[in-house]
């Protein structure tokens, strides 16, 4: 069993990842807390990371614009990069390799060949489907034939971002080229997805030490999103979420109540209908705020199909639940309308839920922040 007293193990994580013993117990700590495993999960995180074989990972770029990759190596975190390369084994990636031409090929050949049955296939971008998949080919290959290849000895396989989750960007509508997610590519049910556009690098990571540490990956919703990462609605975390409930809105990119720091779901922020963790989680590491609600950008939902990428910018979010009813005021409104809670309160009694949804769509506003305020 690990010991972190151990002067062999401190010496081991300071020659192999380049990090102080407390740093390295920090993170698997922040793993596991990412994860929600319960105390000591984090013991036995750093066990696996030290002691177990680094599981062998191949990455395939699709139609994508590389932003998943970047946003893994270039995190503001001094040790993230080096961490990831070091718990796996990046045995082949078309970003980061020096390879080139067939000798990356045969790269390609040699590591699936080395570890069949065993290595992770991570998959980042969409893959063109229409007219034999001719719209996106590497090595001579079409993406489909080469996931295929790719994916029929792997362990798992994973897709990165929100291009090989469910198609993305690439499959907007009128989605010229029948760009599609891995698992629809693939007509496979058993996909891992990370979506997001970045995903965050957290998550991805979470995924690859939990399937280190127990040897499986981790439990996931209907989509393959792990349920830690994607099993509650931004809006339900969300740090303007007591705005929305006190009926505080931004309603122009600017205004009074935007420079306060109140609610955006009258600019057409997605997060009441759009599952992720980025409230809780960040982005690169900068603390409070780094993520788009958090510097006053509405959540574009970029990890839901069908909103991501599709549903316009200005059209408002379905609320998928309601107002608390029993919510105190935070301050006594300016307005004259009803009041979210006693809105969700007439629609209930009205019988439909999604009535009350429009209900209470309906009296959003009606306390508005004046100039000044
Ligand atoms: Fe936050 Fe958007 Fe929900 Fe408002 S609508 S509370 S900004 S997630």
Request: hydrophobic share 35%; charged share 20%; with cysteine.
């Amino acid at each position: 069993m690990y010991d972190d007293r151990d002067t062999q193990f401190e010496t081991n994580v300071e020659t192999r990842f380049g990090v102080s013993r407390r740093d390295f117990m920090k993170f698997c700590a922040a793993m596991a807390a990412t994860m929600g495993l319960p105390k000591g999960a984090d013991a036995q995180i750093a066990e696996a990371i030290t002691k177990k074989e680094r599981p062998s990972v191949i990455w395939l770029h699709h139609q994508e614009c590389t932003g998943c990759t970047e946003s893994l190596l270039r995190s503001e975190h001094p040790t993230l990069d080096k961490l990831i390369l070091d718990i796996i084994s990046l045995d082949y990636h078309e970003t980061v390799f020096a390879a080139a031409g067939h000798q990356a090929e045969a790269a390609r050949k040699a590591a699936i060949e080395k570890n069949k049955g065993k290595y992770l296939l991570v998959v980042e971008g969409a893959i063109p489907l229409k007219d034999g998949g001719i719209y996106c080919k590497i090595g001579g290959q079409t993406s489909l034939e080469l996931t295929r290849e790719c994916a029929q000895h792997a362990a798992a396989v994973v897709a990165i971002g929100s291009c090989a989750s469910w198609g993305g960007m690439p499959s907007t509508p009128p989605n010229p080229t029948g760009s599609a997610g891995v698992g629809e590519a693939l007509g496979r049910k058993d996909i891992v997805t990370i979506p997001g556009c970045p995903p965050n690098p957290y998550n991805f990571l979470a995924t690859i030490v939990h399937f280190l540490t127990f040897g499986a990956l981790p439990a996931v919703d209907a989509k393959g999103r792990p349920t830690f990462a994607y099993g509650r609605l931004i809006h339900d975390n969300c740090e303007r979420r007591a705005h929305f409930d006190a009926g505080r809105f931004a309603l122009e990119f600017g205004d009074p109540g935007h420079r306060k720091g109140y609610c955006l779901y009258k600019l057409g922020c997605k997060g009441p209908e759009t599952y992720a963790n980025c409230p809780s989680i960040l982005f690169n590491d900068v603390g409070t705020g780094s993520w788009p609600v958090g510097t006053g950008h509405p959540c574009i939902g970029c990890t839901e199909k069908h909103i991501g990428f599709e549903k316009p910018i200005h059209a408002l979010a379905d609320l998928k639940t309601n107002p608390p009813t029993g919510y105190p005021r935070i301050v006594e409104e300016q307005g004259t309308g009803a009041t979210l809670a006693s809105a969700a309160l007439v629609a209930g009694v009205a019988g439909l839920a999604v009535g009350a949804g429009m209900k209470i769509a309906g009296n959003l506003g009606k306390s508005e922040p004046k100039d000044g305020e």
